[in-house]
């Protein structure tokens, strides 16, 4: 069972989109998934309900709470034969609230934008996965997918130059696109659509289950 974790401090960046949409394609492709959202406002359980019996199914775990103190642990289990567990994370975890989410996090999947203000965001983030949460001493892998990509302005070349100098694997970057909006209206990822529009955007996520797939096979032979 892989344990991956959309996660960003910077809030609006897609972590839902993103959970959402793995998660689909993750079903579509036989995987057997779980989609877990901790996030209050719980965007990937409503998602979740509007999904039709004749597309991939999904495992769903509403993990924030709801009119309790505290979740009882079993209710956080995903079943047994799961293949991938897919955490749908709120905005602004700092500190222990940070470590308490990617605890037990095979990989960590980090959404940005191509703005310079969730630069600056995912740059402090990802220095406090580094100091704070240990990623490195936890062999928790780290990963970026460019959200919401606009090609050949300003900002892109902005974000490019920023995501050079790390030492992070970026494994896709998403185009602006309102199929996303389209696709989450009716509970499905954007490969569900069927639509001509959206073939450039279901490569990217070939391109995602990809590095996903060898990064676990890697995992495996150690």
């Known amino acids: 069972m892989k344990r991956i974790t959309v996660i960003n401090m910077k809030g609006g960046c897609g972590k839902t989109t993103i959970a959402t949409n793995l998660a689909s394609m993750l079903a579509a492709l036989g995987r057997n998934t779980t989609l877990m959202d901790y996030d209050p406002q719980g965007s990937s359980i409503y998602w979740l309900k509007h999904r039709t019996q004749d597309v991939g199914e999904i495992?769903?775990?509403?993990?924030?709470?709801?009119?309790?103190?505290?979740?009882?642990?079993?209710?956080?289990?995903?079943?047994?034969?799961?293949?991938?567990?897919?955490?749908?994370?709120?905005?602004?975890?700092?500190?222990?609230?940070?470590?308490?989410?990617?605890?037990?996090?095979?990989?960590?999947?980090i959404p940005v934008l191509p703005s310079s203000i969730d630069t600056h965001a995912t740059a402090d983030f990802i220095r406090d996965l580094y100091l704070i949460a240990k990623v490195k001493t936890k062999n928790i892998r780290l990963c970026i997918?460019?959200?919401?990509?606009?090609?050949?302005?300003?900002?892109?070349?902005?974000?490019?130059?920023?995501?050079?100098?790390?030492?992070i694997p970026v494994i896709?970057?998403?185009?602006?696109?309102?199929?996303?909006?389209?696709?989450?209206?009716?509970?499905?990822?954007?490969?569900?659509?069927?639509s001509?529009?959206?073939?450039?955007?279901?490569?990217?996520?070939?391109?995602?289950v990809n590095w996903l797939d060898t990064e676990r096979q890697s995992q495996c032979n150690l």
């Open 59 to 109: 495992n769903g775990i509403a993990a924030y709470p709801a009119n309790q103190a505290v979740i009882r642990s079993w209710r956080l289990q995903p079943p047994q034969n799961t293949d991938y567990v897919i955490v749908d994370t709120p905005a602004g975890l700092k500190g222990l609230d940070m470590i308490d989410q990617i605890s037990g996090s095979d990989i960590i999947l």
């Open 145 to 167: 997918v460019c959200n919401r990509v606009k090609p050949n302005t300003l900002s892109f070349h902005a974000l490019e130059r920023f995501l050079d100098v790390l030492d």
């Open 172 to 194: 896709a970057k998403l185009r602006e696109t309102q199929n996303y909006i389209k696709a989450s209206e009716c509970g499905l990822g954007i490969h569900e659509l069927g």
């Open 196 to 208: 001509k529009s959206s073939e450039k955007d279901i490569e990217d996520w070939h391109q995602i």
